[in-house]
């Protein structure tokens, strides 16, 4: 038994019996007739049968499945900054987090097609409950979070992950991805949270926690869609965050939301590289600070990173023109783009309701006021 068992994917050596488990089952069927439509679903079952690796399941089923998403559901996915990562070396991948498994399957797929070591993810245990989607969760390598937990538990279930972490990066040579905060943006406001950071710090011994991040490469990653396709599904919690109520989720909640995410409407799709925060963490590292300071220095470094490096579409200049009653960046959309979102906005909500109109078009407009403020901040050793 691993410590590590409660919550890591699948060994290699046990992809096949995984899969076995699952290859009739009716969503793995749909998914799999979804990706390859012209093929009998004997072809891919053969295929499946005679796969012995995590690797191999991913490339020959995962990403195909996911080039006919960005095919039915999106207008393509462009990238930038990949040309600063090496092959055969690990990568903690700190990005902004709008969809539930898009995020991070599209980074693999860029990985993957650019000859880079692809990531173990994390995902909150909600998001698995299903006995299926847990064992395709672990078969995509993917290692679970566990929420809702409090006190003792909680630092005890960080603690198993940040070890988990850290086993990946410094001994496995496994990438890792995880989210800027622990789920997704639901304002558009990408803030990292602090104890995030202080999580990935928990297993490194010493009197210096910090000095694990120099002991890794951290890389800050901007995801943007033209559209969120879950846009609308967020309104419920952000209405009743504003009325001071607790949200309680429904109880297909999640996996209506991954579904919308993976087949909604997306438009563009944008994967920004931030650079390696080498010079970065040294400067905080060596700074006479506090290990409180210090992280919270490291999450202000990553905002702006991943704020400078988001693409604005034509949705995020229209909806803060549209928000702010002015024209100032008409520049950068045509009539017939803010037509289509402004149909977009009335199809999606009560446009009666000010504050989910307002909330609406926050969630694409803060990124423009984050943009600029990355632009107007400083380096650190400025």
Partial sequence: MSKFDSIRPFYDSEANAAIRKIIDDPMLEAMMNFAFPNDPPSHWKDLMHHTHSLRDFQINFIYPALMKVLERSSEGLSTGGFEGLEPNTAYLFISNHRDIILDTSLLNSCLYEKGLVMTTSAIGDNLIKKPFLHTLSRLNRNFAIRRGLSGRALFESSLLVSEFISKSLLRENR????????????????????????????????????????????????????????????????????????????????????LRGIMGTKKRIHIQVNGILDEEIREISNADLTQSEKLSQLAAVIDQKIWGGYRLWPSNYIAHDLLTGTKAYEAFYTLGEKESFEKRLHGKIDISNPFLVKSFLSM??????????????????Q
Wanted: glycine share 4%; charged share 30%; net charge negative.
């Fill in 175 to 258: 990438s890792v991805w995880t989210a800027q905060r622990e789920g997704r943006t639901k304002d558009g406001n990408d803030i990292t949270h602090k104890g995030v950071l202080k999580m990935l710090t928990l297993a490194e011994a010493g009197e210096n926690p910090f000095g694990f991040f120099e002991k890794i490469k951290v890389v800050p990653i901007s995801i943007s869609y033209e559209y969120d396709p879950t846009d609308i599904l967020k309104m419920p919690e952000l209405l009743a965050k504003s009325r001071d109520e607790k949200y309680i989720k429904s109880e297909n909640e999640d996996f209506v939301n991954l």
């Fill in 364 to 381: 694409y407009a803060y990124p423009v006021d984050n943009s600029i403020k990355a632009a107007a901040a400083q380096p650190l050793s």
